[in-house]
């Protein structure tokens, strides 16, 4: 189809964007409950195996410093060959890398293993919020993303139920078994079902109702236009939102990683109920992009953020008095989760509003390192203060400081100029 040319909508009863949107939901909740479920796992691994807080804290980062490595790759790679081809080799991979976490027995076994898993896992984000942002249109973004990342929350509240009764009825092992065979399910049903692009199957992106091809159509502010990579990385925007991405993380991983092990070592809770944690969070993420995100399509994602942002740094400040109290812990872990959910779809969906469609994949997986770094540090430093001090405390001072700074960068973004 040449540049500009009108393009006629297939007149189908049932539009493709929603099996994309399911494939890719159910692709986000194997994902998240390997990613998220590892704060879950890890207390018992840390006992039967030996390991200090500073050592759980370098096996996750040794995933997250292969993925926020090789994460601007698949982010390019999702524009240049589409989506399908990366989300399908990266959920075999992550497959196989899950499975081999089952059989560590010492440190170094567990950070490669987990290193392997990060290379898959960088498949299943960037390139996941791309192809749902192309099927969908501008208006309808935060929708999608909203019913999108329920999948993540459901991942977490899932592993944190079930966790108890693999270890009560097998071990920590069979968790990362169990989550293995559903990431290598999902590789079958992502290279059958996803499609990269809507003109692929001849649809418009749902909610759209002109009738021009993706090469006439221009959904952000900026112009695709003599657009380069460089131009993008020269915007102050980019920097700002990136920056600010960078220190929410650092501010989140620092809490949720660890809320387990706080829970069950700091403040004395069996693990029954320290692990309940996991599900109010989970299920608190559910209750958030649902709400939030598609609020966000109305509100505008700036103005989103920093009610977000706002919100999480309250949380954590509460946290720091809590004292032994559960009760209270239990409810601030669960306002701060409502819009935990929503944070990362949300500096996603910055890249469609802010930058050429074209561009979307590269823009969120150049975005990536950022977030992964804020993420590697919050556990390096959170890990250390643990092992140091004894207590969390004074790594949670450090969270609360990281999302006020979150908070301040989104405020310095310009709104969009609309040409």
């Known amino acids: 189809m040449q540049k500009g040319q009108l393009f006629v909508e297939r007149e189908d009863s049932f539009h493709w964007a929603w099996i994309i949107l399911a494939t890719c939901f159910f692709s986000l909740f194997i994902n998240y409950s390997i990613r998220l479920g590892y704060s879950v796992v890890l207390p018992e691994m840390l006992r039967t195996l030996g390991f200090g807080r500073t050592a759980g804290g370098s096996i996750y980062n040794a995933y997250l410093f292969s993925y926020i490595a090789l994460t601007p790759l698949t982010g390019y790679l999702t524009d240049r060959f589409g989506a399908r081809r990366v989300i399908t080799s990266c959920s075999l991979i992550l497959g196989f890398g899950v499975l081999l976490m089952g059989t560590v027995t010492n440190l170094w076994m567990a950070c490669l293993f987990y290193a392997i898993v990060g290379v898959g896992a960088t498949g299943l984000w960037a390139p996941v919020i791309t192809v749902v942002q192309r099927w969908f249109s501008p208006n309808r973004r935060g929708l999608a993303l909203g019913i999108l990342s329920t999948g993540y929350g459901l991942g977490f509240a899932t592993i944190g139920v079930t966790f108890p009764w693999i270890v009560h009825h097998f071990t920590w092992r069979y968790a990362w078994y169990f989550l293995g065979t559903g990431a290598l399910m999902m590789t079958l049903v992502n290279g059958l079902l996803l499609r990269s692009d809507p003109e692929d199957l001849g649809y418009l992106p749902w909610g759209q109702k002109n009738g021009f091809s993706r090469s006439n159509e221009v959904d952000v502010a900026t112009p695709t236009k003599n657009i380069s990579?460089?131009?993008?990385?020269?915007?102050?925007?980019?920097?700002?939102?990136?920056?600010?991405?960078?220190?929410?993380?650092?501010?989140?991983y620092g809490i949720t990683t660890f809320m387990v092990d706080y829970a069950k070592y700091q403040i004395g809770l069996p693990l029954e109920k320290a692990s309940l944690l996991a599900t109010v969070h989970g299920g608190s993420q559910v209750v958030g992009v649902l709400t939030i995100l598609p609020l966000s399509d109305y509100l505008g994602r700036k103005r989103t953020i920093i009610i977000s942002n706002s919100f999480i740094t309250a949380c954590l400040i509460g946290i720091l008095f809590t004292g032994n109290s559960w009760e209270i812990l239990f409810i601030l872990v669960?306002?701060?989760?409502?819009?935990?959910?929503?944070?990362?779809?949300?500096?996603?969906?910055?890249?469609g509003d802010y930058f050429p469609r074209d561009m979307m994949g590269t823009v969120i997986g150049a975005w990536t390192p950022m977030y992964g770094l804020g993420a590697i540090?919050?556990?390096w430093v959170t890990g250390i203060l643990r092992d140091t001090t004894g207590i969390y405390d004074y790594a949670f001072i450090i969270n609360a400081g990281m999302a006020v700074a979150g908070l301040f960068l989104i405020c310095l973004v310009k709104k969009i100029k609309v040409d």
């Open 229 to 252: 990579f460089s131009t993008v990385f020269k915007d102050i925007r980019f920097w700002l939102i990136g920056l600010s991405y960078f220190s929410i993380a650092y501010s989140l």
């Open 377 to 379: 540090l919050a556990h």
């Open 334 to 351: 669960g306002i701060m989760a409502l819009f935990y959910g929503a944070t990362f779809p949300l500096y996603g969906a910055c890249a």
